[in-house]
């Protein structure tokens, strides 16, 4: 078995991006926060340093200019990981948020949403109690999702038995939070909303007999947890597509080649 930090893989291209690979570490945070300045509003840096904070810059507002005490970090949660103090912190600047729970104070620019860099793919059950629920959603209902999902994701809701099948499809329609004051209180929530149903569902007989599907991590899981699929996703747009002709320009925008 290969191992998966050799040299046999590598990061997402940044198609048109001052480095060529998306960052892998908080230096390439740092490279790619000061080739971006302008895009991200910010008018001047006074410093840039290994302390925490690790940059003083001011951003525009009006006819002033609002100081801003900067961490930069691979994923936001590493800030939390690391100790710093929320209150001497005004903005995060990292590649990926995975930080649902981030005080409310700090503002999180995700790089990575400034690239275009195409969506993940979730298969997600769906128990019998919120089946229902789940047919009358067509604009946004906050959901249960996977904390390591992000806007513009695809879930598909694959129903537990007896239906055994993926039969609704959706998108998220903004970052993950934490959900309070609801009976799953404390998980990983965002607004999602319905891309379509699929009149010729997906069954798990049709999974399990698929040559690559078969292989799957959530086909060897049972189809339970919240797991990602984006590498599959091709085999199950293809299915999904081949089965339901009907929704190939729905599912346009989420065609393999736009990932």
Known sequence: MKNKNSQDTRPEVLDDGPLKYAPVNEHGVVFLFARMLKRLGISSVDKIGAGFPDCIAYKKTGKEEKKLRIEFEHKSKNFELHNHDPKKCDMIVCWEHNWPNAPKHLEIIELRDYFGLGFNVWIQPVNNDWKNEISRINYSKEWSVAKSAHKKDLILMYHNSPDKCIKDLFYLADNVFLAKGKEWEGDP??????????????FLE??????????????RASMQGRKKATEYWPYLYDMIIKRNPSLKKILKKYSPENY
């Open 206 to 219: 049709d999974l399990q007999n698929h040559r690559i599907l078969k292989t799957a991590g959530f086909i």
């Open 189 to 202: 929530s965002a607004y999602i909303r319905r891309v379509c149903h699929l009149d010729a569902p997906i």
